[in-house]
């Protein structure tokens, strides 16, 4: 076993390798302040009881809305929602200006997404800190979904992946 330091460029390039699925988060304070971002950090963590977890970086700039508003929506992209994805990532002052017409209120005033692959409306069950990120994880209290293929994140890059059946 080696006890030399690692390289963090090196391991996120190999953490590269394990494709994901792309997901919008978002939530809304209880002062009216919306939030929104891309990740590839989620995950299902329970059936009985419905839990998902979801990690963002202890220094990001939405982290306190996320801690404030005891609600947020996962929204799974599919294939041919890059343009979501890239859109998100991004700082603005109102990302969901251009999206008003496909923005709903969902549970805790959260602004929910249409024509997604898959939501997921959950209330903040805890947040804990590990390493230089946070986890989130919520109780599931609503969810939908499709059959569309996913949208997915490689190596630093998307990729549409069209399912077989």
Known sequence: MSTSPIDSRELRNALGRFATGVCVVTTRTDAGRKAALTINSFCSVSLDPPLVAWYLNDKAPSLPVFRDSGYF??????????????????SAEDKFAPFSE???AGLGDVPVL????????????SIETYGDHVM????VERFHYGSESPLLFHAGRFLEHSATA
């Open 114 to 125: 249409g024509d997604m692959l898959a939501c997921f409306e959950c209330r903040t069950s």
């Open 73 to 90: 929506a996962v929204h799974v992209l599919a294939a041919g929602q890059q343009d979501l994805a890239t859109h998100f990532a991004r």
């Open 136 to 139: 989130i994880l919520g109780h």
């Open 102 to 104: 496909r923005v709903q």
